[in-house]
């Protein structure tokens, strides 16, 4: 029990830097290819704060545990909506600060949802076919073809920044985030192996919050910086690239074993609750778009209790 934790706990410190640094550097090498701002915060930042679901994804998939990638798919989503945008929110009221939106958010909120929909979808049916990675993988290349298209590399001047050897600092990172993963994918098997507790509410859990750490890390810093704007940017192209590309590692691996214990109807309360998270976040995020308000603590507690009463239903 306490290798396992150990691992754990060494694993999510590993990832919580290593994650920040993928994300630096991703950033500065992308610049280095003329990628624009918008483009670089939806795809290139998105997937650095998503590396961590996609390799614990991954090696949890070797193993051929394909409820724990759902609970994880299902876990760090509602956490990047509920956890870590109720924490921004809460900061911001304590500070009574304002926020507000850019218009141009919209259409990224459409995809949001549409990609929810598409998931819950999917899940729903067979999470755990080739033919449902292939239609993730396409969904997920023709939004990023869509972002691609719709950037604007005029922007790129803004964010000046040189530093020698950045693709081998990126590479380094990459390699301690591939092994803090595993440290954690081990530490989770662990416990489960030894309290016999569901693939599901361990995926949910140790794996959900453990990948989740880059997110909460970035969004409490850049609120405290008052830089807001950016984290729920960051926190849309997060979940789109969890259900679009996460949740089609484990059809790859085209094993029937991979279904194993899985049961959509004992978890489908938890679908609704992302969605249902997913559609507060959307029309929040709408109205801000539409008229500047002061943040409110009565709206951080409805996102925080939300994944509180989530955990209590994984429980």
Known sequence: MILAFSAITFGIALMWTSAEK????????????????????????????????????????????????????????????????????????????????DKSILINLIILLISSLLVWFLIATNPFSIYTSAI???????????????????????????????????????????????????????ILDQYNLGQLFIGYTVLAIGTSLPEIAASVSLALKGRYEAVSGTLIGSNIFNGLCVLAIPGLFMRPEMSYGWSYSEWSPLLILLFLVTLLFAFYIFMLSKKEQKAGFFL???????YFFSLYYAF
Do not use: R
Request: include cysteine; aromatic fraction near 14%.
């Open 300 to 306: 951080s507690f409805v996102f925080l209790s939300s």
């Open 22 to 101: 993928l994300e630096k550097y991703s950033v500065l090498s992308a610049k280095q290819f003329g990628l624009s701002p918008f483009f670089i915060g939806s795809t290139v930042i998105a997937f650095g704060t998503s590396a961590p679901e996609m390799l614990t994804t991954f090696f949890v998939s070797m193993e051929n545990k394909g409820t724990m990638v759902i609970g994880n798919v299902i876990g760090s989503n509602v956490a990047n909506l509920s956890l870590v945008f109720g924490s921004m929110l809460l900061i911001l009221a304590y500070k009574k600060l304002n926020i507000s939106q």
């Open 136 to 190: 993730l993988l396409c969904c997920l290349i023709s939004v990023i073809s869509f972002w691609y298209k719709n950037s604007n590399a005029e922007e790129i001047d803004s964010f000046a920044e040189v530093e020698e050897n950045v693709f081998f600092k990126l590479l380094l990172s990459l390699i301690v985030l591939v092994f803090a993963a595993w440290l954690i994918t081990h530490g989770a098997n662990l």
